[in-house]
Every structure is written in structure tokens, then in C-alpha cells.
């Protein structure tokens, strides 16, 4: 291809709507009173209708197909207008109704009168087919049918997800224990079933057992199951466990926090001898699964503290990973609206989006409840305004929290507002202190010591001092 110096030679070389020809994308040109002057082939090849034919047409020609006409939004408001058109065949009106995003550019004379509009249109379905496809190519989005009707979707824009998922999908294919933290909401389940689909293991079952839906007098009879009449209550032909269902695929505990003392014993034992006894059997079956688990809390504390033991936690602790939560990672807010947006249109049968401005609100939103959240705020956003509304262009009050608002803010732990300034005492921060700081910038270490007054080579020695985890979550032992 020859290699043009300037754009100026470009154009003298191909004519200018030979460039406009060859972009994949309607574009519309009009005059003051909505005449055609210029379409491209793409607008051409959209309704079916000769060049020559469109330049006898008027854009209004088009208001019975059209639900929204941008040309006339463009023409009031003398301001470039972004929507959605929902649209119809110029030829099949009783057709299918399509979607498309439309720009419409008004250019002005010497008066500031509107003399041009210039129209963009892209539509959704195409686009979205092409989006889906490069998010696929790209490892952005990982997609799983779960019993042929359930899809799931892990919609990665920012660096650390997509870093995460490139560490998941390495480790994927190997059968090392996992243990998964992150804030509740965050996605851990989400990350264990993306990692069992791509095992070798992913044509084999995934047991999810959520460890603190089970009554503690439940949890072990559920987990390892039972032998016929061994107890009251029992189902008189015995029960496979749960870990014994894994076998040949993953066991996934989640919150396994929440494990009793008792029966963290017999699952170190079921993991250590790859066997699982039923309650009232006198012999042990062996079991063949990989182990992944999850949790909102520090278990390495908890193994202070005494409530988790020691020995299992180093025996499930062989490949951590942290899903951050999305108040760290904000380029994914806006896609994950949008995603859900999407899904709950489809499944209400509405066709409803969001303006930029309600965009740009849930984009500063802090989030506390991570991905799950803002799925419960799309779908209300959705089911709550009209359903002759098709841009939802505002917030109601109370759906999200003002973090401007004192009254809204969290209450500070008393680790640090009980105290001085770490800085103003000569023994520098305590180990609350430190947790806290950790916990508040996101262990990020930089902005930790900044938070406490002290320099970063003091934070790393106090680190070090108190035998801190390398990921922090500060619980208050003494809630009010």
C-alpha cells in the first residue's frame, strides 16, 4: 500500500466519499430542512434503497419506522444529541424492531444557525456480536453454560481483573488446592467455576457447598454423608456426601470460615488421605477431587485467634488469590451496568439504557457490596421506572449512599480514633493501627504509611514486627 504523508494527499488521491464508503458505519448527511445531501454505502446497503433514490428523500420520510427522530433533537437543542433509536424495515414494517446507536453533529453558519446535521448510526446487535467476539479473543470475557440454560459471564475491563484471570487461567489446568479471598459480592464463586471450566477436570461435576448455610449439627452429615439408622432424623437408606458427589471433579467450599472446629479435623483428614468416611460406616472410601475454597476473612488471624486450625489452613493455602473489590478496579463499573443492563432487558422483554450521567454517578460510587450490588441496582433501575421510559437519565434518591455525606460513612475503627497520631508517639503505630491503615487503602503500603504519618520503610518494619499477613482485613473485635 502506498504511503501517503498527509491526509491532504490522501484525499487528492481517493475522493472523499470513497473514504466515508469504506467505514463500517451509517453516516447521513442532511440539510436545514432535513434533506439528504450525502449517505454512505453502508446507509445505502441498510434499507436497500439506491443512492439516487435517497437523494429525493427527506429524513422525515423515515418518522413512521423511526421511534426517536435525532435530526429534529439536533435541530432543537443546536448541540450534538447521542441516543438509542429503536427502529423498524423502511420495507417490512411489521418486522422485527432493531436497535442502533445514533449521533447526530449539527454544523452551523456564520449566524450560528443549524445549515448541516451529520448523523453516525451503529447498530447495537451487530455491534455487540463484534464486541462479544474481540472480548472472547482477548481473554476480557469468559463465558460457561451451567446445565445447558445459565449463562455466566466475567466481564474483566481492568488491569487487576485481567491479571487475575491470566494467573487463573495458568493454574487452571494443574489440580493445587485454591483458596480465593475477597469482600462478600466480589465474585469468588464466579472465579472457582471459570477455573473448574478450564481444568481437565471440567467434564466432571463442581459441588458448590456454601459452609455457612448449614446448621452446625447439619454440616458434617451433609458433607461426608451417612450410613443407614445412624442417627435420628437419618434417611433410611443412608446419603452420599457432598465431597463424595466431587469425586472425579472440584469440591468448592465456599465461606469456609465458617467450618466448625470439629469438622475442620475430618476434612484435613478427608484431604490428607483422599478418603471420606460416612457417619456410621466403619470404612473409609476414597475420593478423588480438587479442592478450591473461599473466604471474606483473614484465616491466617483466625489462626491466632484459635478459631481455624493451623494445620489446615496450610494445607489449602497453596495457591491464594485476591479478587480486588470494585471500588479498586473502576474501569469494570461501568461495563458490569451495562452487562446486567442488557441482561435484565432481555429477561423483562424492556429496552431501556442508561444516560451518561447516571453512568458517570455509578462510576464514582464506592460499591460496598461489589458486584452483587450493582446487579440488585441495575435490576431495580430496571424494574422501577416506567416502562414507557426508555432512558433512565436519573438516580432515585436513597438508591445509592452520598459518600460525601458524614452521616453515610462508615464509622472510623476505634483503633485509630480512640488514639493519638501514630506519628506523635515515639513507639510508632500499634498492630490495630497497622491493620486498619492496611485495611483502609486497600493494602496499598504507600498510601498506608501516608494514612498513619509514618515513612514506608517504618510501615515495612511494623509489617514485620507484628507478623502481618501480606493482605490485611481489619475486623473489630469489640463492636459497639
Not at 30 to 38: E, P, R, T, V
Not at 141 to 157: D, F, H, N, P
Request: charged residues 25%.
Amino acid at each position: 500500500m502506498q504511503d501517503f504523508s498527509s491526509f491532504q494527499e490522501l484525499c487528492q488521491e481517493l475522493p472523499f466519499t470513497e473514504i466515508l464508503d469504506n467505514i463500517d458505519t451509517g453516516i447521513a448527511l442532511y440539510d436545514a430542512q432535513g434533506n439528504f445531501i450525502f449517505m454512505n454505502t453502508v446507509m445505502v446497503n441498510w434499507r436497500n434503497i439506491p443512492r439516487r433514490e435517497y437523494l429525493k428523500m427527506n429524513v422525515h420520510d423515515f418518522s413512521h419506522v423511526l421511534d426517536v427522530c435525532v435530526f429534529d433533537l439536533v435541530c432543537r437543542k443546536k448541540r450534538r444529541v447521542s441516543r438509542l433509536q429503536y427502529y423498524k424495515d423502511f420495507q417490512q414494517v411489521d418486522g422485527p424492531t432493531r436497535m442502533r446507536i445514533v449521533i447526530g453533529t449539527p454544523i452551523f453558519d456564520g449566524q450560528g444557525n443549524v445549515k448541516y446535521v451529520i448523523i453516525t448510526l451503529q447498530d447495537v446487535q451487530d455491534f455487540e456480536n463484534l464486541y462479544h467476539t474481540l472480548l472472547n479473543d482477548h481473554k476480557i470475557l469468559e463465558s460457561r453454560e451451567i446445565g445447558q440454560t445459565e449463562k455466566v459471564s466475567i466481564i474483566a475491563k481492568s488491569q487487576e481483573f485481567r491479571k487475575l484471570l491470566s494467573v487463573a487461567d495458568s493454574i487452571a489446568p494443574l489440580d493445587s488446592t485454591v483458596l480465593i479471598y475477597g469482600e462478600s459480592g466480589c465474585g469468588k464463586e464466579v472465579i472457582a467455576h471459570y477455573i473448574h471450566e478450564h481444568s481437565d477436570r471440567k467434564n466432571r461435576p463442581l459441588i458448590t457447598v456454601n459452609c455457612a448455610a448449614f446448621p452446625e449439627n447439619l454440616i458434617e452429615a451433609e458433607l461426608f454423608g451417612y450410613e443407614k439408622g445412624s442417627f435420628t432424623g437419618a434417611n433410611r437408606e443412608g446419603k452420599t456426601g457432598l465431597v463424595e458427589a466431587a469425586d472425579g471433579g472440584t469440591l468448592f467450599l465456599d465461606e469456609l470460615n465458617s467450618l466448625p472446629m470439629n469438622v475442620q479435623g475430618k476434612m484435613l483428614r478427608c484431604l490428607e488421605e483422599k478418603s471420606v468416611q460416612r457417619i456410621g460406616a466403619t470404612r473409609a472410601k476414597k475420593v478423588d477431587f480438587r479442592l478450591i475454597t473461599a473466604t471474606n476473612q483473614d484465616l491466617e488471624e483466625m489462626v491466632r485467634r484459635g478459631t481455624f486450625r493451623e494445620d489446615l489452613y496450610y494445607r489449602i493455602h497453596v495457591i491464594p488469590l485476591t479478587i480486588p473489590p470494585v471500588r479498586e478496579r473502576k474501569e469494570d463499573i461501568v461495563p458490569l451496568c451495562l452487562y446486567f443492563l442488557h441482561h435484565f432487558c432481555q429477561k423483562y422483554n424492556l429496552q431501556k439504557s442508561f444516560s451518561d450521567e447516571v453512568l458517570e454517578e455509578v462510576r464514582s460510587y464506592n460499591w460496598p457490596g461489589n458486584v452483587r450490588e450493582i446487579r440488585n441496582f441495575v435490576e431495580r433501575m430496571v424494574v422501577m421506572t416506567p416502562h414507557a421510559t426508555r432512558e433512565i437519565s436519573n438516580i432515585p434518591s436513597g438508591m445509592l449512599s452520598n459518600e460525601s455525606d458524614p452521616a453515610r460513612q462508615p464509622a472510623q475503627p476505634a483503633a485509630l480514633s480512640a488514639q493519638s497520631h501514630p506519628r506523635q508517639r515515639s513507639d510508632g503505630p500499634s498492630r490495630d493501627e497497622v491493620l486498619v491503615a492496611l485495611a483502609t487503602c486497600g493494602n496499598h503500603r504507600e498510601k498506608a504509611a501516608q494514612y498513619l504519618g509514618i515513612s514506608r520503610r517504618k510501615l515495612q518494619y511494623k509489617i514485620r514486627e507484628y507478623h502481618l499477613p501480606s493482605r490485611c482485613h481489619y475486623q473489630d473485635e469489640n463492636p459497639e
